[in-house]
């Protein structure tokens, strides 16, 4: 019950037409001094069991921003979650799709 570990009250997604797009941004991202990876969950990687995400394919990232600003404000610690997209998967994440997953991972007993 230790609130600083929640990791996804900032949430983005980003969307992009192709996988080079999406390993690009990863690459700008991985090169950026202010950015701190905490964690990546790569459900694009052909490994990953699409199964377990009902089909569901994207790349997350928990990340900090640690610079002269997010220090100043003293927000510098705090993990926000940016979704990387392909925009096929984008055009199904809505509501209803949403819906759908949490159903799905209620079966799973998730």
Excluded: M, W
Excluded at 1 to 8: C, I, T
Excluded at 31 to 50: G, M
């Amino acid at each position: 019950q230790d609130a600083s570990r929640l990791v996804d009250l900032c949430r983005q997604s980003v969307v992009f037409d192709s996988a080079a797009e999406v390993a690009a941004c990863l690459r700008a991202i991985r090169e950026d001094p202010d950015a701190r990876v905490a964690r990546v969950k790569n459900r694009l990687d052909p490994a990953y069991d699409a199964a377990a995400s009902a089909g569901y394919r994207d790349v997350v990232l928990n990340l900090r921003l640690c610079c002269a600003e997010t220090v100043e404000l003293g927000v510098d610690g705090h993990v926000c979650e940016v979704q990387l997209i392909h925009r096929l998967f984008a055009e199904h994440k809505n509501d209803e799709g949403h819906q759908r997953y949490v159903a799905f991972r209620n079966l799973r007993g998730e």
